[in-house]
């Protein structure tokens, strides 16, 4: 069995970064619609990798060997 370490590591990424995302951000009429921004694309960006992450190391259907008939 694999460790869940990576995706709890690139959590800990996405969430450091979002949190940058947010004090970084300027004042404006749009501050608002930017924070969303940043932090939907890294939900987004991570949830895309932990499915594609855990789906390779947890597959549904385990792998067949094709077996090749001797003639």
Not at 24 to 42: A, C, D, H, V
Request: charged share 10%.
């Amino acid at each position: 069995m694999s460790s869940s370490l990576p995706t709890l590591f690139i959590l800990a990424i996405a969430i450091a970064l979002g949190v940058i995302g947010w004090f970084t951000t300027r004042k404006g009429p749009n501050q608002t619609l930017i924070r969303t921004s940043i932090l939907l694309t890294l939900a987004c960006c991570y949830l895309m990798w932990s499915v594609t992450y855990l789906a390779q190391v947890h597959p549904l259907e385990s792998p067949r060997r094709a077996f090749v008939a001797e003639q």
